[in-house]
């Protein structure tokens, strides 16, 4: 299974997994196939679940930023996910949901604590450029203390999300333990 499709089958999971509980992001998202999600743990500012569908057990970390700029910018849940999908055997699939639809052209950038990591646009979602950096950048969340994602939407506005990474180690053992 390339790249590309195991990123589209985990944002319609995680879609689903989030509007299970609440975070939803609008109509249509929400897939029949999500059949449960439990909340394992919020660890400061992340939080760790485990669900399951047809396809096995997924296993994820969330949070939301804490500052967003500009501020007056119409959009819906902000969110960043850190995605182990044991049936598909994926690990550290880093994405972002930004809220709104990015521009196709565009290339998001994540960094932790000043290190650069390009992202690619689906929608509004964003993921690691390359499935090689996925590894170094869970490893430099755990030892950070900031991210920070940029983007620019569809009309042009360019928008900075900042989140703490306070947590998010705790929130990663506690996935790895449930979906090992």
Known sequence: MTYQKKRRII?????????VIGLGFGPGLVSANAATVENLGTFRFWTAWKGDDNSGVMCYI???????????????????????????????????????PL??????????????????????????????DEKPFVDAM????????????????NTTDTYSLLGVTAAMEKIGQACN
């Open 103 to 132: 521009a196709s052209d565009s290339t998001p950038q994540v960094s932790v604590d000043g290190r650069g990591f390009d992202m690619v646009v689906e929608g509004s979602a964003a993921w690691l450029a390359s499935a090689n």
């Open 142 to 157: 755990k030892s950070g203390t900031q991210m920070i994602v940029k983007g620019r939407s569809q009309r042009g506005t």
């Open 11 to 19: 944002l319609k999971l995680a879609t689903a997994a989030l509007s």
């Open 62 to 100: 969330s949070s939301q930023p804490q500052e967003t700029l500009p501020a007056n910018v119409n959009r819906d849940p902000i969110h960043f996910l850190v995605v182990n999908r044991k049936g598909l055997g994926t690990l550290n699939e880093v994405q972002t949901l930004v809220g709104y």
